[in-house]
């Protein structure tokens, strides 16, 4: 579906930019199936907090000690190492929460790190989920 949504089937992986210009509309619906499915344990805006909570931010990679807590946290990293995906997912509800989806290349997102804070940020610009950059003075006007 992913694939299908940017026209990259053929090619069978994406790129940061089809990443950044992924349909809002079937973002959602993804998003959606994968929280059903599951019971509220997976899907992107189940791992949207995590990824937060663990230092990284929307669109930027800040440091990859921050993007190996979340992998930590979320069970794609066991160990200090990161799992071999395309065997070691856990495809169970016994899944760390925000385990699934996966989007390296068993999804056919390729990049690792930087397409997946693009994805986040496209989350973001697509109304998923909300953030506000803590370092960014929130700027009120008078009226």
């Known amino acids: 579906m992913m694939l299908r949504s940017v026209g990259r089937q053929q090619q069978g992986w994406m790129t940061q930019d089809d990443v950044k210009k992924f349909s809002c509309e079937d973002l959602k619906i993804i998003d959606n ?8 344990r997976f899907g992107f805006t189940v791992q949207f907090p995590i990824f937060v909570e663990t230092g990284n931010r929307p669109g930027r990679l ?55 804070t693009a994805l986040t940020q496209r989350m973001v610009d697509c109304g998923l989920v909300a953030y506000s950059d803590p370092r960014r003075p929130i700027n009120y006007e008078a009226e």
């Open 33 to 40: 199936l994968w929280k059903e499915y599951s019971q509220g």
């Open 62 to 116: 800040v440091d990859t000690e921050a993007y190996d807590n979340f992998g930590t946290r979320i069970g794609w990293r066991k160990d200090g190492q990161w799992v071999q995906f395309k065997y070691n997912l856990d495809f169970s509800l016994e899944a760390p929460v925000g385990h699934l989806p996966n989007p390296r290349p068993a999804y056919q997102i390729t990049g690792g790190r930087l397409n997946y």
